[in-house]
């Protein structure tokens, strides 16, 4: 049996198996995904890498499930350079598999940094103008958190529920759900605003929050017919405003 030095410590290795199995018997966690003791190693995933100094040699990272203990050979598992090609085997990963939780929950544990989670959200900043320029509520901001801008609300519950930054969102980031009279707009599981939707006075559909009507009349001036149908849905506002012109057509005739 190959005598070798894992983390300072003498040990008597596993010969001719890869050297993580002497590893995981010593109790040391090495990530991997893509090795099985059944089958020949590949070396895809990347995660087993540890540095290796042969005899002689200088230090090399390695992985672990392709190389074999060598007498006299020294490994270290848990080095900042170890640590460095773990997080890019982690990130290479991530690339192909984004959504996966599992891949996150190993890097985490193995103290490795994954940046943001993916929102969808490109930075583009639609929302917050269409919000600030259009909308007049000014209701989102850009914020860093760990090192990472991220799209948040601001401060003051400021949002009056319109859902122009959910249908603006080039890429479905901003989410709009209206639920049992009650919209709720969202950016990954962060609400962004939550106000009270009112029913239709005609046909009963909930389509519109209380601040998005009074921000639509502020702005719309004193214009008779709007004021008269602001409790109404656009359906049935242009029903009724199709029969109030035909009516005073015919008043005229
Ligand atoms: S739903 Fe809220 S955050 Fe989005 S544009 Fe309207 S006021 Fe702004």
Known sequence: MPE????????????????????????????????HPALSPAGECRLCAVQAVYPDKPAQIKLSCVIKPV??????????????????????????APESTKIRRMAEKHGI?????????IRCRLCI?????LVGANALKIEKRNG????????????????TCASICPTG??????????RVIYIRD??????????????GRYFATPKFLSRIEQRTGDHP?????????????????????????????
């Open 4 to 35: 070798i030095i894992i983390n300072d410590q003498r040990i008597q290795a596993e010969e001719h198996k890869p050297l993580i199995e002497t590893l995981r018997k010593q109790g040391i966690e090495v990530p991997a995904l893509c090795y």
């Open 71 to 96: 007498e006299g050979m020294e490994i270290h598992t848990d080095n900042d350079q170890v640590q460095r090609a773990r997080t890019t085997a982690f990130r290479n990963l991530a690339k192909f």
């Open 113 to 121: 940094d994954m940046g943001p989670p993916p929102d969808e959200c």
């Open 129 to 133: 103008r269409a919000c600030r320029e």
């Open 148 to 163: 990472t801008r991220y799209i948040v609300p601001r401060a003051g519950n400021r949002c009056i529920g319109c859902g």
């Open 173 to 182: 980031a901003i989410r709009q759900e209206d639920q049992n009279g009650l």
């Open 190 to 203: 962060e609400i962004i605003g939550q106000n009270p939707l009112i029913q239709c006075e005609s046909c």
């Open 225 to 253: 017919h709007v004021k008269e149908h602001h409790r109404y849905c656009p359906t049935c506002a242009k029903l009724l405003s199709d029969r109030i012109k035909s009516a005073s057509r015919m008043k005229k005739i």
